[in-house]
């Protein structure tokens, strides 16, 4: 299975300041259609997972746009240019491109 | 709006049944595979099952292949998942995702405990 790695795993983060999320995978997220299926989630306390990023870096609708993902092949990246408070919760990304699918370990965004 | 509405959780004792279900509505469900996500407490996501738009095509997890089915009625716009020989370890939050998993539904807990 393809493993995702996710750093930190951990990251406390001021109101207004920017944060970033590193995210790795043990082989090639390159499908055989040429896209990469890479996507970011966030699960808010008590809620199910919500997409916010698909295929690397196209914002999902209603995501605001300080949400940004970079990166290809193995190593990828989601940034959040100023932080909010509405943005506390677990970051995941998740891999779509072999079976079977499989997540980071999630990075617990909260406010210092 | 897309939207599904997952039921059929509840508390089993270990070794028995249980059989979730998934109501979609707000897109044609025929024309998306369709996946099973749980979530232990406290713990990660992780993937159970997925079943193409037609049922012909079905994927488990190795923690699960052979206990869990994976089914759809297409004329129902339902998604199920009959899960067998249910373990401690399947005790978990199961969610069902449209293809493309940009929905989810709100999720249905699983425990397995005497």
């Known amino acids: 299975d393809v493993v995702m790695t996710q750093s930190p795993l951990s990251l406390p983060v001021t109101l207004g300041q920017p944060a970033s999320i590193s995210c790795r995978s043990t082989?090639?997220?390159?499908?055989?259609?040429?896209?990469?299926?890479l996507h970011w989630f966030q699960q808010r306390p008590g809620q199910s997972p919500r997409r916010l990023i698909y295929?690397?870096?196209n914002r999902d609708s209603g995501v605001p746009d300080r949400f940004s993902g970079s990166g290809s092949g193995t190593d990828f990246t989601l940034k959040i240019s100023r932080v909010e408070a509405e943005d506390v919760g677990i970051y995941y990304c998740?891999?779509?491109?072999?079976?079977?699918?499989?997540f980071g370990p999630g990075t617990k965004v909260d406010i210092k | 709006e897309m939207q599904l509405v997952e039921s059929g959780g509840g508390l089993v004792q270990p070794g028995g049944s249980l059989r979730l279900s998934c109501a979609a509505s707000?897109?044609?469900?025929?024309?998306?595979?369709m996946h099973w996500v749980r979530q232990a407490p406290g713990k990660g996501l992780v993937w159970v099952s997925r079943?193409?738009?037609?049922?012909?095509?079905?994927d488990y997890a190795d923690s699960v292949k052979g206990r869990f089915t994976i089914s759809r009625d297409n004329a129902k716009n339902t998604l199920y998942l009959q899960m067998n020989s249910l373990r401690a370890e399947d005790t978990a939050v199961y969610y069902c995702?449209?293809?493309?998993?940009?929905?989810w539904g709100q999720g249905t807990l699983v425990t397995v405990s005497s």
């Open positions: 998740m891999q779509g491109t072999h079976w079977p699918f499989t």
């Open positions: 295929k690397v870096s």
């Open positions: 079943i193409d738009n037609d049922g012909s095509s079905r």
């Open positions: 082989q090639s997220l390159v499908y055989s259609d040429g896209n990469t299926h």
């Open positions: 707000g897109f044609t469900f025929s024309n998306y595979w």
């Open positions: 995702a449209k293809g493309g998993v940009d929905c």
